[in-house]
T-cell receptor
Framework: SAVISQKPSRDICQRGTSLTIQCQVDSQVTMMFWYRQQPGQSLTLIATANQGSEATYESGFVIDKFPISRPNLTFSTLTVSNMSPEDSSIYLC???????????FGQGTRLTVV | AQRVTQPEKLLSVFKGAPVELKCNYSYSGSPELFWYVQYSRQRLQLLLRHISRESIKGFTADLNKGETSFHLKKPFAQEEDSAMYYCALYNFNKFYFGSGTKLNVKP
């Protein structure tokens, strides 16, 4: 199993500003994933963060808006840039178990943009 | 492309009643399917996976390739089953989630 710590747990931000969310895992993992969970909608994968290379973004998400860092095998950050109210959502960090047998999630960051 | 559909946003049942949460998927290969659950104020966690053919907390789910479904069932719902349930498909190192069904078990 993996224990994931994510912070901040929540924040209220002004539009036009940026917020960086941190994700710390208690074990070394190859891939870390960032999801967005909008009210009443599914978890949508934003990007996959690999250590030592650039993140891989899903369709509809771009690096300029959601830059990701992955400095080592236990840590990643997601920045939500130039925020607008439409970015209000829960952002989740996740890692896979061995062979994709299970996904482990952080507790999420609830972001409100005003 | 893979897609997971959960047609019900909310499902309300009385304690002791059977419950079925529907999940349909679209995927051309042999899918790996999961059910995840999120209880109030807790993080999302795995409930069960189809390859294990297990029963967890009284829940079971059978993969029906003909109907491309992976419905979650429990014969007698309990109040503590109230939670958000997400069906997920695993492909190429990624999980694809449905939109979730909120199960409300009334006393």
């Amino acid at each position: 199993s993996a224990v994931i710590s994510q912070k901040p747990s929540r924040d209220i931000c002004q539009r036009g500003t940026s917020l960086t969310i941190q994700c710390q895992v208690d074990s070394q993992v190859t891939m870390m994933f960032w999801y967005r969970q909008q009210p009443g909608q599914s978890l949508t994968l934003i990007a996959t963060a690999n250590q030592g290379s650039e993140a891989t973004y899903e369709s509809g998400f771009v690096i300029d808006k959601f830059p990701i860092s992955r400095p080592n095998l236990t840590f990643s950050t997601l920045t939500v840039s130039n925020m607008s109210p439409e970015d209000s959502s829960i952002y989740l960090c996740s890692v896979d178990g061995t062979g994709g047998t299970e996904a482990f999630f952080g507790q999420g960051t609830r972001l409100t943009v005003v | 492309a893979q897609r997971v559909t959960q047609p019900e946003k909310l499902l309300s049942v009385f304690k002791g009643a059977p419950v079925e949460l529907k999940c349909n998927y679209s995927y051309s290969g042999s899918p790996e399917l999961f059910w995840y659950v999120q209880y109030s104020r807790q993080r999302l966690q795995l409930l069960l996976r189809h390859i294990s053919r297990e029963s967890i907390k009284g829940f079971t789910a059978d993969l029906n390739k003909g109907e491309t479904s992976f419905h979650l069932k429990k014969p007698f719902a309990q109040e503590e089953d109230s939670a958000m349930y997400y069906c997920a498909l695993y492909n190429f190192n990624k999980f694809y989630f449905g939109s979730g069904t909120k199960l409300n078990v009334k006393p």
